[in-house]
C-alpha cells in the first residue's frame, strides 16, 4: 500500500508523539523538537535526495523518515532513536507500508543519533545531514540570558543558517552567520564537532563533500 508523507502529516498518532515528545523535551530544557524540527528535517532529507539523483518515492521516505525520526522523545531522550523507531515500525506496519519501506525508514531513524548513528543507506545519510544541520535562533525556547546552557548560546548566536548542495552537485554545505556576543565561532565548532564529523560521514555516503563555513570562514 503506498503511504504517503500526508498520510503520515494527518495521522492522529504521529501528530500526539510529536506534540508529547516535544512537551517532554520542553521540560528537559531542551531546544525545540516539535513540527518546526520535524519539517524543516523532512523537507531538507528530501531534498538532499532529490539533488543527488534519487528518485521521487526514495525522496518521499526521506521525508517521512524525516517528519517522524525524534518521535522516540514521548518514552525518554536516551536511545531515544531506537525507541523512535520502534514506534515508526508499529504506525507504518499497521498502515500497511510495504516491509522494504518501513525497513528504510526506520534503519534511517535508529541510526540518526550522534551516539550511536551511522549513514548506514542513503535515506539514513540524509536524515542525519537534515538533523545535525538544523541550528537556529527560534529553536531555543528559554528566554532568560543568564540560564543559557551551551546549547542554548550556540542554537541562539546562529542569526542565519543555510545548508544547501553546491552547483556542481559536489559539496553539501552548512553556511552559518552567527553573533559572536553569545557564541564564538571555536566555541560552535567545538561543541558540535562530534555532529560535524557525522555530517561528513553522511556526506560521503551520498557522495559528496561536507563543508561548514561559519561567518564567512570555512572550519571544515
Do not use: W
Not at 494527518?10 to 516535544?22: G, L, P
Not at 530544557?29 to 518515492?57: F, P, V, W
Not at 519501506?101 to 543519533?113: F, P
Not at 554545505?173 to 565561532?185: N, P, Y
Amino acid at each position: 500500500m503506498l503511504i504517503t508523507a500526508n498520510d503520515i502529516k494527518n495521522n492522529i498518532s504521529v501528530k500526539t508523539y510529536i506534540e508529547k515528545a516535544d512537551e517532554s523535551l520542553c521540560a528537559l530544557g531542551y531546544t525545540e523538537h516539535s513540527y518546526a524540527h520535524a519539517t524543516k528535517c523532512a523537507e531538507t532529507a528530501k531534498n538532499i535526495l532529490l539533488e543527488t539523483g534519487h528518485d521521487e518515492r526514495t525522496a518521499e521516505l526521506a521525508y517521512i523518515a524525516g517528519y517522524i525520526h525524534d518521535i522516540g522523545n514521548v518514552i525518554n531522550r536516551h536511545d531515544h532513536a531506537q525507541s523512535g523507531a520502534v514506534m515508526a515500525f508499529r504506525i507504518l506496519d499497521n498502515l500497511g507500508m510495504p516491509p522494504d519501506e518501513i525497513a528504510s525508514i526506520i534503519t534511517a531513524i535508529g541510526n540518526h543519533d550522534e551516539k550511536t548513528a551511522y549513514p548506514v543507506n542513503d535515506i539514513a545519510a540524509a536524515l542525519i545531514l537534515a538533523d545535525k544541520t538544523d541550528v537556529r535562533r527560534s529553536r531555543v525556547r528559554n528566554i532568560d540570558f543568564s540560564r543559557f546552557d551551551i546549547h542554548d548560546r550556540v542554537n541562539y548566536s546562529v542569526y542565519k543558517s543555510e545548508a544547501f548542495i553546491s552547483e556542481e552537485k559536489t559539496e553539501l554545505i552548512l553556511s552559518l552567520e552567527i553573533d559572536t556576543r553569545f557564541c564564538s565561532v571555536m566555541e560552535y565548532f567545538e561543541i558540535f564537532m562530534e555532529r560535524m564529523l557525522l555530517c561528513h560521514r553522511a556526506a560521503e555516503k551520498l557522495k559528496l563533500v561536507f563543508k561548514l563555513i561559519i561567518n564567512g570562514q570555512q572550519l571544515m
